[in-house]
């Protein structure tokens, strides 16, 4: 008898409850962290160093994100789909708007999600927007992409 188990007998056996069990103890240790923090005082807001505080964000985060547009701001080279500095495209939950390259969207689909539900990059001056790179070493197109927020 075969004791591997394929990929789908796994996901159907339960194997997401497994692999919780066995990094439950992380888990447990991170939710003690959080009940010893959360029973220490409020701390004043952090001071970010472009001189915006965490309450400017908080503020920017209240509206409610409309789409994601990703903005086509450079190519050097020929683009195999022929995407040209200035071409948009609106990504939303149901769906994109306008044309794109299967291999950039392959690409950048995990930061417009994770964009789409407001998570943060350390490292962006501006958290509603992050350039991104075509995959395509030989003709690089370098895209934009901007949270674009409800007014």
């Known amino acids: 008898m075969d004791s591997r188990i394929k990929r789908r007998e796994f996901c159907q056996a339960g194997g997401a409850a497994l692999i919780g069990i066995v990094a439950g103890p992380c888990f447990l240790r991170g939710s003690e962290v959080r009940a010893s923090a959360s029973a220490q005082a409020p701390s004043a807001p952090e001071v970010r160093p472009e001189g915006k505080n965490q309450l400017d964000e908080e503020g920017i985060m209240e509206k409610k994100i409309e789409h994601i547009e990703v903005k086509v701001i450079n190519v050097k ?37 994770a964009m789409m539900f407001e998570a943060r990059f350390p490292w962006l001056t501006n958290p509603d927007k992050k350039t991104h790179a075509c995959p395509d070493a030989a003709n690089p197109v370098v895209f934009e992409i901007a949270r674009i927020r409800e007014a």
Request: some cysteine; overall charge neutral; hydrophobic content about 40%.
């Open 77 to 113: 080279g020929t683009c195999g789909l022929g995407h040209k500095a200035g071409d948009i495209i609106k990504v939303t939950e149901q769906g994109i708007e306008g044309k794109i390259c299967i291999h950039a969207l392959y690409s950048m689909l995990p930061a417009v999600f």
